[in-house]
């Protein structure tokens, strides 16, 4: 029986539509989602979470919260326990942590109130405070610290180029993707491996870096890049990858990515990973609606 006369071109046009309907869900199971066991916390009474980020071996998660009144920018310590510490930098308008060993060395960045037009890195072990800015430049950032006291972050070579290093023993070692706008340093392992990303244009690619040598990590199809975030001893690293309006957190071994899902959020975002296979990171519902996280993701 012959076919009723454009029929072919609706059935064609039909079989599109479904491609396109189903297609973003193939691409997505492409990759898997991990197996992932999550503890939540939320922002101790009169603060909201701004970031979560690195996550230390015995549990403790850094990252900077907001208070609600002042809208002062603070950087906090949660420890396994539950406990919420704040801290200030001195003379500061604003203050990040960004990582920490076991220790209690914690890495971070600060905005001076009396100059806020730089950005100043700072390593804090208990009460003893240390700045870190790089040799000539207005603006450092310090990302993490190991357990070697090795720590990395990221420096303006000037107004339009941002440059990663390390700093070992008092020692800077200058980390660049060749051609690249910004290279951020984001983490480092006590092995020496650093993990960050770099950026051209509006795309972002993430990178492992040892003894000068790049190997690049790019999260398939996502729109914007990829951005890592934290790397542990055994090679694991955490990073986001941006797809589309939010960021999505993932962890990357022996070539393979796995996604972070929390059931019902808008996004899930990796800050950190230690060595025991803990993520640390935060949970999106809305953009102010967010929750603190733990995970063990498999």
């Not at 059935?11 to 492409?30: D, K, Q």
């Not at 060749?178 to 020496?192: E, R, V």
Request: overall charge positive; glycine content about 12%.
């Amino acid at each position: 029986m012959p076919l009723p006369q454009n029929a072919s071109a609706r059935i064609t046009l039909t079989a599109i539509f479904v491609i396109a309907l189903f297609l973003p869900a193939i691409m997505r199971a492409a990759v898997p989602t991990a197996s992932c066991t999550f503890n939540t916390f939320t922002a101790p009474s009169g603060y909201s979470l701004s970031a979560v980020n690195g996550v230390t071996d015995d549990g403790t998660v850094v990252g900077q919260l907001l208070d609600n009144n002042t809208q002062q920018m603070v950087g906090f310590t949660y420890s396994a326990k539950g406990v919420f510490t704040k801290y200030a930098a001195p003379k500061s308008l604003t203050t990040w942590f960004y990582g920490a060993n076991a220790s209690g060395l914690n890495a971070g960045t600060y905005q001076a109130s009396a100059h806020p037009e730089g950005m100043h890195g700072f390593l804090l072990q208990g009460s003893q405070f240390s700045a870190v800015n790089y040799p000539n430049a207005t603006n450092t950032w310090l990302f993490d610290v190991n357990q070697l006291g090795a720590a990395v972050g990221s420096f303006s070579a000037s107004q339009t180029l941002t440059k990663g290093f390390t700093l070992v023993n008092g020692k800077y070692t200058t980390i660049a993707y060749p051609n690249a706008q910004i290279t951020f340093a984001q983490a480092i392992n006590d092995n020496g491996v650093v993990a960050g990303y770099y950026v051209v244009g509006s795309v972002s690619t993430g990178f492992t870096w040892e003894d000068g040598k790049f190997t690049l990590v790019s999260y398939p199809k996502a729109k914007y890049g990829t951005a890592l975030v934290g790397v542990n001893n055994s090679g694991v690293v955490a990073g986001n990858h941006f797809s589309g309006d939010w960021g999505y957190g993932f962890i990357y071994e022996n070539g393979a990515f796995k996604n972070i899902v929390y059931s019902g959020a808008k996004s899930t975002m990796a800050g950190g990973i230690n060595n025991n296979g803990l993520v640390s990171g935060q949970i999106f519902f809305t953009q102010t609606n967010t929750l603190g996280y733990t995970a063990v993701c498999k």
